[in-house]
């Protein structure tokens, strides 16, 4: 379980995330949901080590994140920041397959587990073909599937952190990421998801934090969250909210 307490991040003086209080939950995933400048990826910066906090802390299984040996951290928890470069022409399968690198679990099962987790991502029909030669939305699915390779299968203690996976993605692909990202929480581990889309947070997420000026504006599920004058007072957005008519989850209409 990873935990934020009271979690404070300054950058050149300036507080960019202030007293946040967060819990990711095994099976559950958590939304994060805000306008530019609002603090998401510094966030998830935080959440993940890259960034050291001014105040709080960040635990993983109640021992301090930064006391963890890197190696064993990397088996517990993996994290897919907005823009993932590679300047080499690796085989798409060898780029999954650097997510195996903190695991000892032989050449064999190694290539099953990249197999898999190019499928969850639908990009198996890439796995020869040069990283290099990838379209921005094919490139984000196979780091997608690198991440998933790191942690696989999932379940308990595995944690997941991705920030804006969808950004360079059509519509079908955007679907079959959260669903593939829905399906391995389902295996038990915990997802923080960055997202700027809100049907989507609405549809794929357990939870929803909404964050305002680095600030915590609401936390809760897509009923509590997604509503109209929360939406309308961080994001500047008049909106409808409606609910969807097979599923049920708010559908947000902007007026």
């Not at 963890?68 to 590679?86: F, H, I, K």
Request: aromatic share 4%; proline share 5%; glycine share 12%.
């Amino acid at each position: 379980m990873l935990r934020a307490d009271n979690l404070t991040v300054r950058r050149g003086g300036a507080t960019v995330l202030q007293g946040i209080d967060l819990t990711l939950r095994p099976g559950e995933v958590l939304g994060v949901l805000g306008p530019n400048g609002a603090g998401k990826s510094t966030l998830l910066g935080a959440l993940c080590g890259e960034l050291h906090p001014h105040d709080g802390s960040v635990s993983l299984d109640g021992r301090a994140l930064g006391d963890w040996p890197g190696q064993e951290r990397a088996r517990r928890l993996a994290v897919l920041p907005q823009n993932s470069t590679l300047s080499f022409a690796f085989p798409v399968a060898e780029v999954v397959g650097m997510g195996r690198l903190p695991h000892d679990s032989g050449r064999a099962r190694d290539a099953e587990i990249v197999a898999a987790a190019l499928q969850a991502a639908d990009a198996g029909y890439l796995r020869g073909r040069s990283y290099l030669a990838l379209s921005g939305g094919e490139r984000q699915r196979v780091h997608l599937a690198r991440v998933l390779a790191q942690l696989w299968p999932g379940g308990v203690g595995r944690v997941l952190l991705l920030d804006e996976p969808t950004s360079a993605l059509d519509p079908l692909h955007q679907h079959t990421t959260l669903q593939a990202v829905r399906d391995f929480a389902g295996q038990g581990a915990a997802v923080l998801v960055i997202l700027h889309d809100l049907n989507l947070a609405a549809r794929y997420c357990d939870r929803i934090l909404l964050l305002q000026c680095g600030r915590a504006h609401a936390l809760g599920q897509p009923d509590e969250v997604l509503r109209a004058e929360p939406l309308r007072q961080v994001f500047g957005l008049d909106v409808l909210i409606q609910r969807h008519p097979e599923r049920g989850h708010p559908l947000i209409v902007a007026r």
